[in-house]
């Protein structure tokens, strides 16, 4: 707290700076609508009527980082603002920017050109509230509304509508009537977003507080049928209601990999649409490889388990071997990781996504947590025997025959036939040799 007092503080004396030389400055933007709702400050955004070239004129430690659009970064006590000129912006034949920034000297003016009354409010370095739309009302009242003509706002810039759902989810806020039709009229529009952005806001609705609510109203809007790039469908308004209770559980898991494979899993979006899918939202490779690991080692597990009866006399024997055999083919730190995700499912909602038995679960999570604690390896890369070692021990050329056999010793460990033990990996891998279990 003392930290991000210190924060205020700087943004204060900067605004104060500004004050001294007859220039206006205001707080704005995100930080008075957080600090209003008592949410924690994450960065202060300062808007005032000194041109660019004044704002670096002032301060000793500037970096112009987007002097066009008029934002200069004042560095204070070792922390960075953003410094933006007061403007207006005109044109928007894009859908998406402004054609021309003009800056300006009104405040009102600069604030009327924000998205919606809540993100619209100034405060001064007295911490006096400037508020001419009424953002206030709104955040009391719980409601999200456009500064001015929703229709005009939402055609000016496409991006709004995303921005519109993931504050309403996040801030727990009712999307005003006018507002909403706004957004439902003008949902085609949303064609003309670069798919990065409409992936980074998705992005942030499903790291936010309430993914649930954000589905479900971007199921409504029928927002997402009209990206630039065709997505396949992800929320359809009878599986997003389907899907709430676990929906409403992304939030407990920390990495966004598990959020989203959670999520496709909870949404019966198989690992094929939902590869498609991160790929049209331009994530990251390493994103996509991740998620949909974790969605393929699912449909894999629910399959093989769909296949066994808990009345059969070798049921344990069987949940064991599956277990086995998914550490094997996706290694156990990953199957580890699927069965808390799946574990922390079935306590939270009591409830198992996609066609998982929560019987046939909780037997196996019996099961797997005594083997899990065991298994000597997480990896491949665990193996305590490399290529070099096998070659070395088998005076061999290196060819395909040695990653086969390293599969094969990895298997052996996992299913605990040799400890994982370099020099009877050795050992066990001329015998393998012997018997032919490299061909
Ligand atoms: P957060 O950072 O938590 O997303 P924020 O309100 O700070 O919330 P930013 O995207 O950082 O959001 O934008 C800062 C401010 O700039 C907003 O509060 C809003 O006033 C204005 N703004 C941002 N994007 C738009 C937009 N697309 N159209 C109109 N105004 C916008
Ligand atoms: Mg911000």
């Known amino acids: 707290?003392?930290?991000?007092q210190g924060l205020v503080d700087s943004a204060k004396s900067i605004i104060r700076e500004l004050n001294r030389r007859g220039f206006s400055a205001y707080m704005v933007g995100g930080y008075v609508r957080d600090r209003l709702l008592g949410r924690a400050?994450?960065?202060?955004?300062?808007?005032?009527?000194?041109t660019p070239d004044q704002v670096v004129a002032l301060f000793p430690h500037t970096a112009a980082t987007g002097v066009k659009h008029g934002t200069v970064t004042v560095i204070m006590d070792g922390q960075g603002f953003e410094v933006t000129t007061f403007r207006s912006e005109a044109g928007y034949s894009d859908l998406r920017r402004p054609d021309q920034v003009r800056f300006i000297t009104d405040l009102t003016e600069d604030l009327s050109r924000r998205d919606f009354t809540i993100n619209?409010?100034?405060?001064?370095?007295?911490?006096a509230l400037y508020d001419p739309f009424h953002g206030m009302e709104d955040l009391r009242t719980a409601t999200l509304r456009c500064v001015g003509d929703p229709k005009r706002r939402f055609s000016e810039d496409a991006l709004r509508m995303l921005r519109c759902v993931r504050f309403a989810a996040e801030y727990k806020l009712e999307i005003e009537k006018t507002t909403w039709h706004a957004l439902v009229h003008n949902r085609h529009k949303l064609a003309h977003i670069a798919m990065e952005r409409v992936q980074m806001e998705l992005a942030r609705i499903v790291a936010g507080s309430d993914p649930a609510r954000g589905a479900k109203l971007l199921a409504a809007s029928g927002l997402l049928a009209h990206t630039k790039t065709a997505l396949p469908v992800l929320f359809h308004p009878n599986v997003v209601a389907e899907a709430d209770s676990l929906l409403s559980l992304i939030p407990l898991f920390h990495e966004s990999a598990h959020k989203w494979a959670f999520m496709?899993?909870?949404?019966?979006?198989?690992?094929?649409?939902g590869g498609k899918l991160l790929k049209s939202l331009k994530f990251a490779k390493h994103m996509q490889h991740r998620t949909l690991a974790l969605v393929r080692l699912h449909e894999w597990m629910a399959n093989e388990l769909s296949r066994l009866s808990a009345r059969s006399d070798d049921f344990p024997s069987s949940l064991q071997n599956i277990w086995r055999a998914g550490c094997v083919r996706f290694s156990p730190a990953s199957m580890s990781v699927w069965l808390d995700l799946m574990n922390l499912a079935a306590h939270a909602s009591g409830k198992l996504p996609g066609e998982l038995s929560a019987e046939i679960f909780a037997a196996l999570y019996g099961q797997a947590f005594v083997l899990r604690k065991r298994m000597p390896v997480a990896a491949p890369a665990d193996l305590s025997v490399n290529g070099s070692d096998l070659l070395r021990i088998t005076a061999r050329s290196p060819g395909p025959w040695l990653g086969k056999l390293l599969d094969k010793l990895y298997e052996e460990v996992i299913y605990e036939r040799v400890p994982n033990d370099r020099e009877r990996l050795c050992q066990r891998a001329l015998e393998l040799i012997r018997d032919g279990a490299d061909t």
């Open 120 to 127: 619209a409010m100034a405060m001064d370095a007295d911490e």
């Open 1 to 4: 707290m003392a930290e991000k």
């Open 264 to 273: 496709l899993i909870a949404l019966r979006i198989d690992a094929n649409d």
């Open 41 to 50: 400050v994450k960065d202060i955004d300062i808007a005032t009527s000194a």
